[in-house]
C-alpha cells in the first residue's frame, strides 16, 4: 500500500505587484489522472466530456479519440450502471490497441458505491458528486446533529472501499460538486450557499486524509457565475487554513450554447484563471463536445497560461485604417495560423500601430497608402506594395527561421 504525505506547504497564491503581469498559480500538490498530472507543477489540463451512450463500445471510442486528437488532455464518461462500468474495460482496451492510452475520468453518481469500485479498475480517475453519492430521504424539518452524524458515518462506510481501491491503484478521485445538487442535510444546514458546497467537499476530503489517500481533485461547479466564483475562493480559504492544496477543476456548468455560452464559461474559468486558482477546465457547451477544446485554449492563451496558437494583434479599424483590415486579417491568419507559438500584429494605421504591437514578433501595417511596412518587434523591416504584403511577411518568418511548412 502507498501512503502519501499530507501537504503542509501554504497554499496561499503568490502576491503580485501592479507591474507584473505574469500569472502566479496557487501552489497545488501533483495529482495523476493516467499518463499526466495536474497541479501547479503543471500545465492547465484541458478536458472535456462524451455524449455517447458508454454501452456503444464503438461510438464511445470514436468520440474518446475525437477529443483527444484535438487537444484533449483528459476525457470522463459517464458511467450511471454497472454494465456501463464493465463496458469501460472494453472501451479501455480498444483504445490502447487501435489508437493509444488516454486518461478517462468516470462519471458516477446515484448511489454508485458497486459501480464506482467496478470502473475503478478500467478507468485512472472517479468523479463522485457528494450530494448524491448516499440517498438520503427527503424531510420537512432540520437534521439533528445526531442524524446528520449517522449519514455522515453512512457515506464513509460506502467511500471506504473506493478510497481504498484508488489508493491502492495510485488513481485518483475528483470531488466534484456541483450548486444543483447538495445534500439534503447540507442544504438544511448551510443553505443553498457557496459555504454548504465547501462544506459537502471537505466531508469527503477528511475521509479521504484520515485513509491516506490525497490523490484527490476538486471541482465546484455552479450555472450562475458568481456562486461558481464565491465557491471556488471559499474553497480555497479553508484549504488554506487547513494546510490543504488540493488541485481545482474549473466550470461553469449548464452553461448553454452559442456566444453566450462561450461569454458566461469564460467569465467564470477565466476570472478564477487570473487569480492563480485551477488546475484544469472544462468549458461546458450544449453542443458537439469538440466544440469545447477550442474555448477551452483559447482562455488559457488569453492569459498567457498556455501557447497553443498564434497571437493576432489587430486593432478593431477606425476612419483611418489605410485598407480592409478584416480581410487582410483573414488572409494572415490563413496564411500563418500553423505557425505555434507567433505573435502577429496587424495594424490599421500609423498612430497606435507600432505602439500597441511592441509585443509582437511581427507586425503588418499600413503607413501610407497602398503600401505596407513590415515589422521584427519594433523594428520596421521593409515598405511592400499592399498585394505583396503577406507574401512578404512570409518571407520575413522564413529569413528568421520561424517558419514550418503547414502540414
Known amino acids: 500500500m502507498q501512503t502519501l504525505p499530507n501537504p503542509i506547504a501554504s497554499a496561499t497564491p503568490t502576491s503580485q505587484t501592479l507591474t507584473d503581469t505574469t500569472i502566479h498559480r496557487r501552489k497545488t500538490r501533483s495529482v495523476p489522472v493516467g499518463s499526466i498530472s495536474i497541479g501547479s507543477d503543471h500545465p492547465v489540463a484541458v478536458q472535456s466530456m462524451i455524449n455517447e451512450d458508454t454501452l456503444d463500445i464503438d461510438g464511445s471510442v470514436a468520440a474518446i479519440r475525437r477529443l483527444h486528437e484535438i487537444g484533449c488532455e483528459i476525457v470522463r464518461v459517464t458511467v450511471p450502471s454497472m454494465a456501463h462500468a464493465k463496458a ?97 442535510r447540507m442544504l438544511f444546514t448551510y443553505g443553498d450557499t457557496p459555504e454548504g458546497m465547501v462544506e459537502s467537499a471537505l466531508e469527503f476530503i477528511r475521509i479521504c486524509e484520515s485513509l491516506n489517500f490525497y490523490n484527490i481533485e476538486l471541482s465546484l461547479k455552479a450555472s450562475k457565475v458568481p456562486v461558481m466564483l464565491a465557491a471556488n475562493r471559499l474553497m480555497v480559504q479553508r484549504m488554506n487554513a487547513e494546510g490543504m492544496a488540493y488541485p481545482l477543476h474549473l466550470g461553469v456548468t449548464e452553461a448553454g450554447d452559442g456566444e453566450y455560452g462561450r461569454i458566461k464559461s469564460t467569465a467564470g474559468i477565466g476570472t478564477l484563471l487570473a487569480e492563480g486558482i485551477g488546475d484544469t477546465i472544462r468549458v461546458s457547451l450544449t453542443e458537439a463536445p469538440e466544440k469545447e477544446i477550442p474555448v477551452c485554449y483559447g482562455i488559457l492563451q488569453a492569459l498567457g497560461l498556455r501557447r497553443t496558437m498564434v497571437e493576432y494583434v489587430a486593432c478593431p479599424s477606425c476612419g483611418r485604417t489605410l485598407f480592409n483590415l478584416e480581410e487582410v486579417l483573414q488572409k494572415v491568419r490563413e496564411a500563418t495560423s500553423h505557425l505555434t507559438g507567433l505573435n502577429i500584429a496587424v495594424m490599421g494605421c500609423i498612430v497606435n500601430g507600432p505602439g500597441e504591437m511592441a509585443d509582437a514578433d511581427y507586425g503588418y501595417v499600413g503607413k501610407q497608402a497602398g503600401y505596407i511596412s513590415l515589422y521584427r518587434g519594433r523594428e520596421e523591416i521593409k515598405k511592400v506594395p499592399e498585394d505583396q504584403g503577406v507574401a512578404e511577411l512570409i518571407n520575413l518568418i522564413k529569413s528568421d527561421g520561424k517558419w514550418v511548412e503547414p502540414k
Do not use: C, W
Request: hydrophobic share 35%.
Open 88 to 184: 469501460m474495460e472494453e472501451i479501455r482496451d480498444r483504445l490502447y490497441k487501435t489508437y493509444q492510452p488516454v486518461p478517462l475520468v468516470a462519471d458516477v453518481h446515484h448511489n454508485g458505491m458497486k459501480i464506482a469500485l467496478e470502473v475503478a479498475k478500467y478507468v485512472d480517475n472517479v468523479r463522485i458528486n457528494p450530494g448524491l453519492y448516499v440517498f438520503e430521504k427527503p424531510k420537512t424539518s432540520e437534521y439533528t446533529q445526531a442524524e446528520f452524524d449517522a449519514i455522515g458515518e453512512k457515506i464513509r462506510e460506502t467511500l471506504e472501499p473506493l478510497v481504498i481501491s484508488l489508493r491502492d491503484q495510485n488513481k485518483s478521485m475528483r470531488i466534484g460538486v456541483n450548486h444543483g445538487s447538495l445534500a439534503e
